[in-house]
């Protein structure tokens, strides 16, 4: 089956940093994009990785292992308003693509 | 920019009663709708994938019985849940892509509440 998951909840502090995970287990994998989500809001789209490393853009990063079916969401310099969820989505090659996601992993950010 | 519209935004049925929801774009022309369920314990679940010029196929434990999807035209679709229970409650999310993009869009869902 198509699997993707997240740790549920994490903690940090303002002006620190948050490194939010992502495991999954698919065939046919064809990237992994990572999103936002407030409360209440729509998912927004952060970032896309399909190759291996780490990909810097600016507040977000995010870093992409295929070998372990690992991936990351790093937050740096964090504010109050960077709580949220954040969620893990694969895009998956089935004839056409379709993209699952994990359940979320709602950080809050405390001062 | 791109925009997807669902509608309603929240319901409430009795249980056993059916309601349909709709999802519009808007600014673009989707490719591929997704119909997701964010449960209660915000798990995200995909329900179906419509493709244009594809058959919709669903996903384990959604069938089309309890949640046909009509899709006939590129910026449109629309997904009823017949004979809700509690179960089916949650938020339901559609996301869109265009083309061989990668990025999903989405709309703000419609909140379903059974009763």
């Known amino acids: 089956g198509q699997g993707v998951e997240q740790p549920a909840k994490l903690m940090s502090v303002e002006g620190t940093f948050a490194r939010v995970n992502c495991t999954y287990s698919t065939s046919g994998f064809n990237g992994l994009s990572w999103y936002q989500q407030r409360e209440g809001q729509a998912p927004v789209f952060l970032s896309y990785v399909v190759l291996d490393g780490l990909k810097d853009s600016g507040h977000f990063s995010t870093f992409l292992s295929r070998s372990n079916g690992y991936s990351y969401l790093l937050l740096t310099e964090l504010q109050i308003k960077d709580s949220a969820s954040y969620l893990c989505?694969?895009?998956?090659?089935?004839?056409?693509?379709?993209?699952?996601f994990g359940s979320g992993t709602r950080l809050l950010v405390s001062p | 920019g791109a925009l997807v519209y669902q509608y309603p935004r929240r319901t409430i049925c009795k249980s056993g009663t059916s309601m349909r929801m709709e999802c519009q774009a808007v600014?673009?022309?989707?490719?591929?709708v997704a119909w997701y369920r964010q449960s209660p314990q915000k798990t995200f679940e995909l329900i179906a994938l419509?493709?244009?010029?594809?058959?919709?196929?669903?996903e384990q434990n959604f069938t089309q019985e309890k949640f046909p999807i009509s899709h006939p035209n590129l910026s449109f679709s629309s997904m009823t849940v017949l004979n809700a229970y509690l179960e089916d409650r949650g938020l339901y999310l559609c996301g869109v892509r265009t083309g061989g993009n990668t990025e999903v869009f989405f709309g703000k869902g419609t909140r379903l509440t059974v009763v």
């Open positions: 419509s493709t244009v010029n594809s058959a919709i196929k669903y």
């Open positions: 989505a694969v895009r998956v090659r089935t004839g056409g693509y379709k993209v699952v």
């Open positions: 600014g673009f022309q989707a490719t591929s």
